[in-house]
């Protein structure tokens, strides 16, 4: 550090930017984040550089309770034509329209990307947000792209499936815990009789499904034991994949009495079920009531859904997005913060 007049080079370094992003918030010459702009006034203060008249306003030592700046916020979905993600970004787009503390609000979706390339996305559009959310698999270059947002001030919230990245600032979903022996718990009450489970997962990178799977199993094995569940079947959550392997499923075992699906493809599940006639031998557990999941427990094909509450959690989401502005140091693995929003049960009686 200089010992003289202290430069704008000097300010960065102790700000931990870069020498333009300091000359674009002491001159005015672009727009930066509300954050980086208070982090660069900190170290000029600290520092005792001149800073002008236009700056004396942006005081970081204001009394405790002042509101925060608006934030800008990015939302990163999966499958465009999903009808759950098309009434997850409708809520979510609610949600931030009604904040007070939010400035603007982008959606995006991460369509057929690989999570390299989803990583890629989310560096580029997320570093002009100060804060970003997102559904994705747990891969180590999504985590990668997470470190390298908090390095740069935008902090990242896991939605609906968690992270492992020790920088992910929050999680906000389902408790899949409870959801996956919820489900376990259903067959095993309604079934008819004891036999076969079937169980499909999209991916077992979204950690969301894979917690599902592990605490289905832990009930079997515990309270279920006169049932078999069988080896777990991947639809990688593709219409195609999940109706060939849900008729194959069908077709290997006619003792199936139970079938549990985790994750996307959930109407290809049903459109197999229905189309072997066993809609009344075997016990169906899906996940999120969407049209098809209603039209299918109304017909008799689907028992019980699992469903998120899309607009309770878009707003929890929101808040905490933009009421945790500040980092916290010192967190270990997985989420600083934690919203666990109950689940709903629909059956045909409530649908």
Known sequence: MSTLVPTMADVAREAGVSTVTVDRVLNKRAPVRPTTEQKVLSAARRLNFALGKVHAIARDDA?????????????????????????????????????????AH????????????CAEVLLSKGRQCDAIALVSVDHPAINHAVDQLSGMGVRTYALITDLTASTCAGYVGLDNRKAGRTAAWAISRLSRKPGKVGLLLGDHRFLCQELCEISFRSYFRELGTEFQVLDTRLTFEYHHDARKIADQLLAEHPDLVGLYASSGGREAVMDAVRASGRQHEIVVVCHELVESTRRGLVDGVVDLVISLRREESAKALVDLMTRDAQPHPGNGAGSAASVIVPFDLVNAENA
């Not at 939302?75 to 979510?92: D, M, N, V």
């Open 106 to 117: 982008e959606i995006h979706y991460l369509d057929g990307l690989t999570p390299q390339q």
């Open 63 to 103: 009394p405790p309770g002042d509101s925060l700046p608006a934030r800008h916020l990015a939302f990163f979905l999966l499958r465009r034509e999903s009808t759950f993600y098309q009434a997850l970004a409708q809520a979510l787009t609610l949600a931030s329209q009604g904040h007070a503390g939010v400035s």
